[in-house]
């Protein structure tokens, strides 16, 4: 008895110091960033319900497209994606009011949450503390996974959700009465936070149970039909995107497909599974050769259980490759935390070889990481070019005032009260005559945005004043993806040009 609440006691204290750690990384210096124009989308469309009660593209005064007006239809209601996300963050706007630090905030305690069921999924899958730790441990220090969970947008919900669908699903395979409900509620939640991420979950348990365990194949098809059964009107209203017609001529291209792939692998081999761990790989199978004359473990059990985060790796890797418009590795969100189990399960192997090995790995882990750029930025100022433009014109102009942009359009209507008009909402310029701000960004990010550019540059008449501020003018305030994303404040860049008309 003694023996057992020692090692509750530890598995407690561990938590407790995991608990400490995820809320300094997560929330530390949360605010500080600006919002960049996905993120002050999401903002936005959630800002509309607390008026109208759903989720809206429009909000009497500016547009929130940015795919030309396909995102929503009749009465600009949403469609593009599905509404949980913004209901959450609605719901922490009229708690907390409206600024940068809660629009990110609920992101980020999904993000926090998703350790933590990391380490009882992982705990539950191979009943293994020491793996269930280290593979939260991982996650923790993954600054990829960090990053995702700091932004004002879904990516850490469908990982929270993805993970308790599954811990749900272990749960069904022993019969647990409370994994009925969990499944059907997590996998409903995860379909109106992304429903791509719903279908590949279902198809990854149809998979694992219809191969290895056939006994529970009829609860599983009941319960994924009732999920489905649930979202109906929801899946024939979405049928009405306009996905297609935007990305239709792209999607299914031969080699767009094979460049995503690839694409898609070197992004988890740069971002979660380093090139070094494959040494480990060989490592660990010869060690198992030398112990037990076989590279691979003959475990049955052990294969069962592999299977599942293989089949949901694989699942979501097709998935993305054919729906993504872009190779983002924000669209791999849900196998951050699963590939950092398989991770771990490699550390643990090694630390039966010796535990310097195994912390070696760790060491070599956090080395070739970001963890070091990524304390320097929520301990420091940060500043970006939307962050320049948002003070200058709440300083320098007035809510009736009219503002065309290239890019950058959704922070400026997030963070002033004046009519923004940008480069991929789908309005037209021209009706818009002698505007009182014109801001063309030094870097374009498609035809539209040159488009609109061309016609700005025609109006630059010596009525406007070229005003320069002290911001740099890089693409974006800052974004998820590691090789775009600025840890500090750009040096050595052109300074951002705003346009004022004289009046």
């Known amino acids: 008895m003694k023996k057992i609440w020692t090692s509750r006691r530890a598995e407690y204290l561990f938590l407790l110091l995991m608990l400490c750690a995820a809320l300094f990384l997560f929330l530390c210096n949360l605010g500080n960033q600006y919002l960049w124009q996905d993120e ?37 209601i949403w469609k593009w994606h599905t509404w949980l996300p913004f209901y959450v963050l609605a719901g922490f706007f009229r708690l907390f009011g409206v600024n940068t630090f809660v629009a990110r905030l609920p992101f980020a305690l999904f993000g926090i949450g998703s350790v933590f069921l990391t380490y009882a999924f992982c705990k539950a899958l191979w009943q293994n503390r020491g793996i269930a730790a280290t593979a939260a441990l991982l996650l923790l220090i993954s600054v990829p996974f960090l990053l995702l969970s700091r932004q004002c947008r879904y ?24 994994a009925y409900v969990t499944f059907v509620l997590s996998s409903v939640l995860l379909f109106h936070t992304h429903y791509i991420y719903c279908v590949t979950l279902l198809a990854t348990v149809f998979l694992h149970v219809w191969l290895f365990h056939r006994d529970r194949l009829r609860t599983i098809l009941l319960l994924a039909g009732i999920v489905v059964l649930i979202n109906v009107p929801w899946i024939v209203w979405l049928s009405t995107m306009k996905y297609g017609q935007r990305y239709g001529d792209i999607l299914f291209r031969i080699g767009k497909l094979i460049v995503y792939t690839g694409a898609y692998l070197l992004r988890i081999n740069w971002y979660i599974f380093p090139p070094f761990l494959w040494l480990v790989v060989i490592f660990v199978a010869f060690g198992s050769w030398i112990r037990t004359g076989s590279l691979l473990p003959r475990d049955r059990l052990f294969w069962q259980r592999l299977s599942l985060l293989l089949f949901f790796v694989l ?62 930025e929520i301990t420091h100022d940060y500043d970006g070019p939307v962050e320049g433009i948002v003070k200058y014109l709440n300083e320098h102009g007035c809510a009736d005032d009219i503002a065309l942009i290239t890019y950058g359009d959704m922070p400026l209507k997030f963070y002033t009260n004046m009519r923004i008009i940008g480069g991929v909402t789908g309005e037209d310029p021209l009706t818009t005559e002698d505007p009182d701000w014109v801001i063309i960004r030094k870097h374009l990010g498609s035809t539209h945005v040159l ?28 974004r998820e993806e590691i090789t775009d994303h600025r840890f500090r404040t750009a040096v050595n860049e052109d300074k951002v040009v705003i346009f004022r008309k004289i009046k």
């Open 40 to 76: 002050a989308q999401t903002a936005l469309i959630s800002k509309t319900i607390l008026n109208h009660g759903i989720p809206m593209g429009y909000d009497g005064k500016n547009f929130f497209s940015q795919e030309l007006e396909a995102e929503y239809g009749e009465n600009y």
């Open 155 to 178: 990516y850490s919900m469908t990982v929270f959700f993805s993970l308790l669908s599954l811990y749900a699903y272990l749960g069904l395979l022993e019969r647990k009465k409370h």
């Open 315 to 376: 699942f979501n890797l097709v998935t993305v490759v054919f729906a993504s418009p872009w190779p983002y590795f924000r669209y791999l969100a849900p196998l951050v935390p699963i590939l950092t189990i398989i991770v771990a399960m490699l550390v643990v192997s090694a630390a039966r070889f010796h535990l310097v090995v195994a912390i070696g790995i760790v060491a070599a882990l956090i080395y070739t990481g970001s963890m070091r750029d990524f304390l320097y």
């Open 451 to 478: 488009r609109l550019s061309e016609y700005l540059e025609t109006i630059q008449t010596a009525k406007y004043q070229r005003i320069v501020i002290d911001y740099p003018d890089i693409t974006y305030e800052n």
